[in-house]
């Protein structure tokens, strides 16, 4: 099994799992729209209320909240295959701390980058920068709540599988992230269908990574190619 029939057979095997995961939870799909609506509330709120330096490092906590709300959502469904609304509630904790750390040092990179200059070096070209971040911790939100890695391992194992799958992980990724500039580019002019469509296509893509991830994080190149050849 060379490389294309690699990811050919992992973009298949999580494409089966997603679909069924939808057909079983089909509530999966809607509940970012749920998360992203109260994201914005609490951060008008904030806004409101003028919290001064400490709003920065409040609408953190709160993003984190959501992140980890979300993250035990989808572990949930992951490994037990349900889903109930008090999961959003009891999930704030559970993966708090991981979330917060892991948007902490997003955050502390992205400023690290601009005292280095490498903003200003890049010109118009700076929007690189947030893609760059993108691409360095992509990984890091199945890390979280599939993997048993503490606050600090789990930074480790991100650049760890990164070296053993950029191939895999960021080509099949990026077919879906293709669908997602597309339904940017479609904002423009239908804002509001596409925005809905938006949160719909993303939650997907959340619950197919899952798949996708687990898959790379239980095997390798290797042991795929037994499987296949043993099949």
């Known amino acids: 099994m060379n490389k294309v029939k690699d990811i050919q057979y992992l973009f298949n095997d999580a494409l089966k799992n997603s679909m069924q995961t939808v057909r079983r939870l089909p509530l999966l799909l809607v509940i970012p729209i749920i998360y992203f609506l109260v994201y914005l509330a609490v951060f008008y709120v904030i806004s ?11 609408r953190g906590l709160v993003l984190a909240a959501v992140l980890s709300s979300y993250f035990y959502v989808l572990y ?5 295959k349900r889903f109930k609304f008090n999961y959003m509630i009891s999930g704030i904790k559970v993966f708090l701390m991981k979330s917060w750390v892991f948007t902490l040092i997003v955050n502390l990179t992205f400023y690290i980058f601009l005292l280095l200059g490498i903003y200003a070096i890049l010109g118009r070209f700076s929007y690189l920068l947030p893609l760059l971040l993108f691409a360095l911790f992509n990984p890091m939100p199945e890390i979280i709540y599939l993997t048993d890695y503490n606050e600090r391992d789990m930074f480790f194992y991100n650049f760890s599988f990164i070296k053993h799958n950029y ?23 239908i804002p509001y269908v596409s925005n809905v469509l938006l949160l ?16 790379l994080h239980k095997t390798n190149y290797r042991k795929r190619i037994f499987y296949q050849f043993n099949k």
């Open 167 to 189: 191939l895999q992980w960021y080509l099949i990724n990026g077919i879906f992230f293709a669908g997602l500039y597309l339904l940017f580019t479609i904002s423009s002019y």
């Open 76 to 80: 949930e469904a992951h490994y037990y």
């Open 200 to 215: 719909l296509y993303s939650s997907f893509v959340m619950i197919f990574r899952a798949y996708l991830f687990k898959n």
């Open 48 to 58: 409101f209320i003028n919290l001064g330096i400490f709003s920065s490092l409040f």
